[in-house]
């Protein structure tokens, strides 16, 4: 089966955030990715795969090189790609003691390791300002490694965060927050982790609770935001783990 | 001050490992990092800046947008840029109690993401098998946020590491080895991290004393590579840190 010129331009442009809600889809790229979402409860609107990857998904559609290249968001496009759609259900969190709140994220890469790892970790869902990246850019999907499609991401506003966890206390990564090797944080908390370059807004800041850091031995000025939540998520499971 | 078209073309290929070897120059990106560039021991060829960076770079060579995105190895070219001599003096590792040695790390993004996290906890040298990707690659000088400056980074074969190491136990980390939380890792260890999609090598394997590996909770199949890195780094800073 061949791509029709109308599918080659709609899925090119879903490079576009604007696009991508418009059209309802998104491109999932890498074999691994394409296999956990073919694995996933997530609407698969077609595969699509060049000559030599054929055999592996049978039931895709042949694409050239040139067409890969174009519908493609990486400088080496992947022989296998898949596009998805964007489930519709409205989604909200669960009740949980541990709620994380990504601030004006701005790297799609960032937020598919934060998911990827919390994944690992066992947390499955995920709150995000709404001027975080989009979670269906493809190198959101990419970084994520399949795990975005077990994973709840949900948009949102700083306060109607906290109005649904009104018990929670605010706790924000800071610079210069207590050092987690000794601060406990609190068993209901939203921990918030801010801009790569600019760290948790003021406005946020007014309403923690506490401050917390990894504590610096070193020189670097700051740690990456998706390194930033892998050390906590480790520290926060390994309590529980120890009890 | 102009550029010259020599300069252009020169600064413009250092997107080439066999280019920058050849100059002994590399690009490094981005105000942060050009900062960091100038207060380090580095010497400095050139700095670059468009009109209006340039206030901020007042000795900067005063470049186009048009030639920013030429030499440039982003999407969205940095304002500032500069070129930097690759340091001639032949590196060594000093003696240490941890060694991280890096097998096979494909992703510069990886390399300077896990530089960063290092010199955050205070490790400032890093083995890597002669096939990771160049430290100088300007993607990996951009992630690390200026600690490539502040890092040895020794390329070698791991029998090398092993020879000059003798007495170092060598600890692997798999995706089923010891629970880093219950597994006390020898005061003297090399910590081998695999390649993004393949893991340590059964070559490695076949010489580790023991495998370690981050507990998981939930689905996710691995952990990115800078990801483990910084959750292993931290459980043996924190270690240390409470005695």
Redesign the interface.
């Known amino acids: 089966m061949a791509i029709s010129k109308n599918d080659l331009k709609e899925f090119s442009s879903l490079k576009r955030k604007s696009k991508r809600s418009e059209l309802g889809l998104f491109l999932v790229e890498g074999i691994?990715n394409c296999e956990e979402l073919l694995a996933s409860d997530y609407e698969v609107e077609a595969v699509l795969a060049t000559n030599n990857s054929l055999h592996a998904f049978p039931n895709a559609i042949n694409i050239s090189s040139k067409d890969a290249a174009r519908i493609s968001q990486l400088k080496s496009p992947s022989p296998v790609m898949a596009i998805a759609k964007i489930p519709k259900n409205e989604n909200s969190l669960k009740e949980s003691n541990f709620i994380y709140f990504l601030e004006s994220t701005n790297d799609p890469?960032n937020l598919g390791?934060i998911i990827?790892?919390?994944?690992?970790?066992?947390?499955?869902q995920l709150a995000c300002s709404i001027d975080t990246v989009d979670v269906y850019n493809s190198k959101t999907v990419m970084?994520s490694?399949?795990?975005v499609f077990?994973t709840n991401v949900v948009y949102m506003d700083f306060t109607q965060l906290q109005s649904q966890f009104e018990n929670h206390k605010v706790i924000a990564t800071t610079i210069d927050g207590n050092n987690i090797?000794e601060f406990k944080i609190p068993e209901k908390s939203i921990i918030v982790f801010g801009n790569e370059s600019k760290g948790v807004s003021k406005e946020i800041l007014k309403h923690s609770f506490d401050q917390i850091t990894?504590?610096?031995?070193?020189?670097?000025?700051?740690?990456?935001v998706?390194?930033s939540v892998?050390?906590i998520t480790?520290?926060l499971?390994?309590s529980t783990?120890?009890g």
């Open positions: 691994k890469g390791t990827r790892t919390l994944d690992w970790f066992g947390i499955n970084a490694m399949g795990s077990r090797y990894i504590p610096r031995f070193g020189k670097a000025e700051s740690l990456n998706s390194t892998a050390v480790n520290e499971v390994k783990f120890k």
